[in-house]
């Protein structure tokens, strides 16, 4: 009977777990396409990703945070985008505080050849983040927490987190009430050896992966040496919303120098990416976020 009643169980689950998986895969596959030319700022395989993540944001019922999902700057004398959801909380008391989730959608564009090849995809840098975005806010938006979430893809990340900063800005300048920014950047293939899952840029900067890990029930988010000798924190689109709000504003990643050889090339295609291991993470991270945004008080501080 045990045997029988385990058997219904995984046949009713694995649908879902399929359906996952098979979403996260069909964002990564177009995002990466050669259809995109590589995703850099002010170009038209840019924008046709912009308008990918908004057709997939408005199925799923995530909210324009602005008039519309984008967010525009000038980057020379051209266009670029950020994509900018929303998920208002239920709590009267909370939802004015908001939590961002963010990740860079942009890559490098067209490159020198490698074997005839000069699209440089990047779908681990950062289709991976972007996509464990998407995935992240349709969750949230069928179940809302009670603070409210932004969720925002930015563009010109490659030439010098130009969007981020953009986005920081505005929203300093709008008196948000800005409580933390957890932002995604290249987890598509797993660590070895490690016994979390992410790793965590400015880990001693603040309390957030021992209250993220609290709130996940499980070690989650760790500390990379390495993250702080090439002074990740800085590089990443947490930055500058660091710099603007003075708040715990960090990355996480696992792309740890060793796991991944094709940063910045055009061998970085959804082929070389482990599907099962972003679905797992993805949903390794919801129960983290739920935590930070339904807990009574701000507890997530800077040291």
């Known amino acids: 009977m045990k045997n029988s009643f385990f058997t219904w169980v995984c046949l ?9 998986q ?15 030319t590589g995703r ?12 990918y993540i908004e057709k997939v944001f408005e199925k799923n019922k995530v909210q324009p945070f602005y008039e519309t999902y984008r967010d525009s700057f000038e980057v020379k004398k051209k266009f670029g985008y950020n994509i900018v959801g929303f998920v208002e909380g239920t709590d009267n ?17 067209i490159q020198k050849p490698v074997a005839g090849d000069s699209i440089a995809n990047g779908a681990n840098d950062n289709a991976s983040g972007t996509v464990t975005v998407m995935e ?7 179940n809302p927490t009670k603070r409210s979430l932004v969720f925002a893809l930015f563009a010109g990340e490659e030439m010098g987190l130009l969007g981020s900063k953009h986005l920081a800005k505005r929203m300093k300048k709008e008196d948000q009430n800005l409580y ?16 979390y899952a992410a790793y965590l840029t400015g880990f001693k900067m603040s309390n957030f992966a021992e209250k993220f ?14 993250a702080k000798d090439y002074q990740l924190f800085s590089r990443s689109d947490n930055f500058p919303f660091y710099q603007e709000f003075k708040i715990p504003a960090q990355t996480v990643c696992t792309f740890d120098f060793t796991n991944y050889e094709y940063y910045h090339h055009v061998n970085d295609e959804t082929t070389e990416l482990d599907i099962p291991h972003m679905q797992n993470l993805i949903e390794t991270f919801i129960p983290g976020i739920e935590g930070m945004a339904n807990a009574s008080k701000k507890e997530i501080k800077l040291k």
Do not use: C
């Open 22 to 36: 098979s979403e996260t895969e069909k964002h990564l596959e177009y995002l990466s396409s050669d259809q995109l």
């Open 93 to 109: 008391n909370l939802k004015d505080e908001i939590i961002l989730i963010g990740a860079h959608y942009d890559h490098i564009g």
């Open 213 to 226: 890990n609290t709130y996940a029930g499980n070690e989650t988010l760790g500390f990379l040496p390495q």
């Open 40 to 51: 850099e700022t002010g170009t038209e395989g840019i924008n046709l990703a912009a308008t």
């Open 180 to 195: 933390t920014v957890f932002n995604i950047e290249m987890v598509g293939v797993p660590m070895k050896d490690r016994s």
């Open 12 to 20: 009713l689950v694995l649908p879902f777990q399929l359906l996952a």
């Open 136 to 142: 992240l806010a349709a969750h949230f938006a069928k």
